[in-house]
T-cell receptor, first 112, second 113 residues
Framework: EPEVTQTPSHQVTQMGQEVILRCVPI?????FYWYRQILGQKVEFLVS????????KSEIFDDQFSVERPDGSNFTLKIRSTKLEDSAMYFC??????????FGPGTRLTVL | AQSVTQLDSQVPVFEEAPVELRCNYSSSVSVYLFWYVQYPNQGLQLLLK??????LVKGINGFEAEFNKSQTSFHLRKPSVHISDTAEYFCAVRYSSASKIIFGSGTRLSIRP
């Protein structure tokens, strides 16, 4: 069964450093998303992406964040200058339509 | 505001007992509803979904949920739980006017032998 994959599973970085989280959505999906879950809290929406542009973003998704689909298979989330409060589990999701979203296993980001 | 409320942060039950996890959402004309499960140190797995049609939906692992439009609820049930059901359960909603999914705060289900 096709699935969303994410790399790395765990990323440790120093505050102020740039990180890129990578996702490979399900191959025939057209809609892509990033969510995050701070430890012990609910899952929060960050951004949705369709047709090579951002279709919706939350107030969390400020200028420090960017997304890109550099080729036909990858979908990336970049954080330019990480802060301590960016430590969280980041989930990528993809969708073939606009209803069910399939989630990846997540990347745990730890900012020291 | 669009929101999802899970009234119980933790639900302890004995093995083989029935369980209900409650979920309410803020009212809207058209919604799509989901329950996701997160096992320890794992990602989010879809348990079941309501898109349209029958208000009683069945999912994986013996779970079911009922969409109640008048009460804006989507409670999750299982008639007999197993130790392996120990996990965090998230109710989620997508409003037809948006692409994002809004998650509830989660309910931690712990099963006692």
């Amino acid at each position: 069964e096709p699935e969303v994959t994410q790399t790395p599973s765990h990323q440790v970085t120093q505050m102020g450093q740039e990180v890129i989280l990578r996702c490979v959505p399900i191959s025939n999906h057209l809609y892509f998303y990033w969510y995050r879950q701070i430890l012990g809290q609910k899952v929060e929406f960050l951004v949705s992406f369709y047709n090579n542009e951002i279709s919706e973003k939350s107030e969390i998704f400020d200028d420090q964040f960017s997304v890109e689909r550099p080729d036909g298979s990858n979908f990336t989330l970049k954080i330019r200058s990480t802060k301590l409060e960016d430590s969280a589990m980041y989930f990528c999701a993809s969708s073939g339509g606009q209803h069910e979203q399939f989630f990846g296993p997540g990347t745990r980001l730890t900012v020291l | 505001a669009q929101s999802v409320t899970q009234l119980d942060s933790q639900v302890p039950v004995f093995e083989e007992a029935p369980v209900e996890l409650r979920c309410n959402y803020s009212s809207s004309v058209s919604v799509y509803l989901f329950w996701y499960v997160q096992y320890p140190n794992q990602g989010l797995q879809l348990l079941l979904k309501y898109l349209s049609g029958s208000t009683l939906v069945k999912g994986i692992n013996g779970f079911e949920a009922e969409f109640n439009k008048s009460q804006t609820s989507f409670h999750l049930r299982k008639p007999s739980v197993h130790i392996s059901d120990t996990a965090e359960y998230f109710c989620a909603v997508r409003y037809s006017s948006a692409s994002k999914i809004i998650f509830g705060s989660g309910t931690r289900l712990s099963i006692r032998p």
